[in-house]
């Protein structure tokens, strides 16, 4: 078992990929209007990705959705799906197959565009990157309200950073809630839980959904932001809580290991 000792749950992080994170270009376009793009991106999305996405979750993670039908209760509406962020490849593919007949999109940082000679398939594929200047922000703000409006999924890991296979859920602030606080389209808690196997060390991974949320028309913008932060949050430590059931990997806490090497000393 691999342990990982940590000293701030809100902002260590251990995905191991060692990216050179670069700002984005000053004129990067998040809308891509060219008939020959949109053609490749949805070739891409369709033929390619998302067939290869059900199959490496399958049979790499055994993974499998429950309570996946609550997502027809947004109809054709476009919606925000808050999960917890526990694996690269798991966090990219899930929501791809969560609501298959709807395109998705998920907001990640600009590492994610860092990487020399792909940046135009990670964008195909449905990445929203941060923006790093105040122009890029309201770009990027701009691009996400626009795709939810066309009824797609749009995805935030609120804990912002990688911890691999961790079973509990972070604390993560409200302000990634600004989307459906302002326009109001529906909420989704996703949670990644971590089941034992059999004749396998790596778990099986189990998908819940809960929702949906809305934001809550007697408050303000602000006020909804903390308020459905806190009913995802509180449904996907629950889901952790009830349905995760191993430790693939360990996580200790600095402070506690060093308190714990002092008793032993003293």
């Known amino acids: 078992m691999r342990t990982y000792y940590y000293s701030d749950p809100l902002h260590d992080d251990f995905a191991g990929t060692d990216i050179r994170t670069k700002p984005l270009k000053k004129k990067y376009r998040y809308i891509h209007t060219g008939a020959l793009w949109r053609f490749a991106e949805a070739f891409l999305y369709r033929l390619v990705a998302q ?51 709807r395109r998705t999109h998920i907001i990640a940082g600009p590492d994610t565009m860092s990487i020399p000679g792909i940046g135009n398939l990670v964008e195909m594929l449905g990445v929203i990157p941060l ?31 990688i911890w691999p296979y961790y079973t509990g859920i972070r604390p993560f602030p409200a302000a990634s809630f600004r989307f459906p606080a302002r326009d109001g389209l529906p909420v989704y808690a996703m949670t ?55 430790e693939y990997c360990r996580y200790v806490r600095k402070d506690a290991e060093d308190e714990s090497e002092d008793r032993e000393n003293g």
């Open 131 to 161: 923006g790093s200047t105040s122009d890029q922000k309201l770009a990027m703000e701009k691009c996400v309200f626009g795709r939810a409006a066309q009824g797609r999924n749009i995805v935030v890991y609120p804990e912002a950073h």
């Open 51 to 101: 067939p290869l996405a059900f199959l490496y979750l399958k049979l790499h993670f055994g993974q499998r959705f429950a309570d996946r039908h609550c997502l027809r209760k947004a109809g054709g509406s476009g919606l925000y799906i808050y999960a917890n962020h526990t694996n690269a490849l798991l966090d990219a593919f899930c929501p791809n197959i969560a609501r298959p007949s």
């Open 192 to 246: 990644n839980c971590y089941r034992a196997r059999r004749f396998a060390k790596r778990p099986r991974v189990e998908t819940y959904l809960d929702g949906p949320f809305y934001a809550d028309k007697s408050l303000s913008e602000r006020e909804n932001r903390v308020y459905l932060r806190d009913l995802c949050y509180n449904a996907m430590v629950k889901r952790a809580e009830e349905h995760s059931d191993c």
